[in-house]
């Protein structure tokens, strides 16, 4: 069994057991249960319901494994060659750990 679940503008694939990078929630703490119920499709052993938009009554159990993990970092390097300008850039994204416990729907 799986489901398609939007989880903060993403969508992604869950099935239980499966652990996810997610990106940071703000309010949440290490152990935290979580339930998301905008799903938009499951899928139970070749039964597919597909949501307009989500599935009534479906929702995707989560616990927060971590609450704050840190992406690797990108850097951005531009120049203009010739001309003296180099500019460098650079980020480290944020995410949150999760972990599926269940599919109810």
Known sequence: MYAIV????????????????VNRMNDVAAGQSV???????VDNEGAVTVG???????????????PLVKG?????????????YRK???????YTRL???SIIG
Request: proline fraction near 2%; aromatic fraction near 6%; glycine fraction near 8%.
């Open 99 to 101: 972990e599926i416990k």
């Open 6 to 21: 939007d989880i903060n503008g993403q969508q992604f694939k869950a099935e239980a057991g499966m652990k996810l990078f």
């Open 52 to 66: 307009t938009p989500t599935v009534e009554g479906a929702k995707v159990v989560c616990e927060v494994l971590d």
């Open 72 to 84: 690797d970092k990108v850097l951005v390097f531009k120049k203009k060659r010739r001309k003296g």
């Open 35 to 41: 339930e998301f119920e905008k799903v938009l499709l």
């Open 88 to 94: 460098l850039n650079g980020h480290r994204s944020q």
